[in-house]
């Protein structure tokens, strides 16, 4: 199936909803490892805007799926197939798909008392995932000796999917420096853990499809979000509106 993409602030973001994406992956899921998946938003998009090294990171993946409903609603006056790939729905959506498969799961990143909350929930919710491993963030960079050493422990447990949660932009940039060093479909999905693991909560699904989850969350963390989503949102808007390039692209894979 053709993989679409269209340039939201000058940055490519798949053309997907949530049925094509299944498609897509599951097509040949196989032929997918080794590569990675970003789940996009108005944050990520106006970081790859203003930053070459993220932007090359974004437009190497696989897909980068509109995770922002304001992505998803500027991409569908392109696409009016495109609409809204969360993390936490994906996530929710391959599990399920999960049931008439033999589909094999790491989890990797988050705090241990976090990631353990997370496994323990979906043992109880989603008994039939074959779990073959996890693994929390050191919560710093890591050499090359250990990230290799990462991939080894990662590839002897034989994953189809890789979840990764060090949130944006780390978790992308991971996603981007062990291509083809990790044996199995990445996909960089932040604070989904913690949404899942009923640690963090969601914002309704009304909210969701009013574009509104963004005041969900700063309602939620004012004073750690103020900042991002004041610069942030207002960054995106300006960026639309004067249909103001991307920094120049370019630079080797870090």
């Known amino acids: 199936m053709e993989k679409q993409r269209v340039e939201i602030i000058g940055v490519p973001i798949s053309a997907v909803n949530m049925d094509s994406c299944m498609e897509i992956i599951f097509e040949d899921l196989e032929s997918l490892k080794g590569k990675y998946i970003c789940v996009s938003n108005v944050h990520t998009t106006v970081m790859a805007h203003d930053d070459p090294t993220y932007f090359k990171v974004q437009a190497e993946s696989f897909m980068s799926v509109p995770d922002g409903k304001p992505l998803s609603v500027v991409g569908r006056k392109r696409c009016p197939q495109m609409d809204r790939v969360t993390g936490p729905d994906l996530m929710r959506r391959i599990f399920e798909e999960s049931k008439d498969r033999k ?7 988050n ?3 976090n990631l353990e909350e997370l496994i323990r929930v979906l043992k109880t919710e989603s008994p039939w995932l074959e779990i073959c491993g996890y693994e929390p963030s ?10 290799d050493e990462l991939a ?3 590839n002897a447990t034989n994953p189809d999917f890789v979840w990764v949660a060090l949130g944006a932009p780390r978790q992308e940039l991971f996603c981007n420096r062990m291509e083809n060093r990790i044996n199995g479909l990445m996909v960089g999905v932040g ?7 009923g640690i963090v909560p969601e914002a309704p699904r009304w909210m969701q499809n009013l574009s509104l989850e963004w005041l969900y969350r700063f309602l939620q963390e004012p004073r750690r979000l103020f900042k991002r989503y004041a610069v942030t949102n207002t960054k995106f808007i300006w960026y639309l509106i004067t249909k103001k390039k991307p920094k120049q692209q370019g630079g080797n894979k870090i």
């Open 138 to 147: 050191v919560f710093r960079d890591m050499t090359k000796e250990e990230e």
């Open 191 to 197: 604070g989904a853990f913690n949404v899942l693991a």
């Open 111 to 113: 705090s241990k008392e």
């Open 103 to 109: 589909i094999r799961h790491y989890f990797y990143g």
């Open 152 to 154: 080894q422990r990662i």
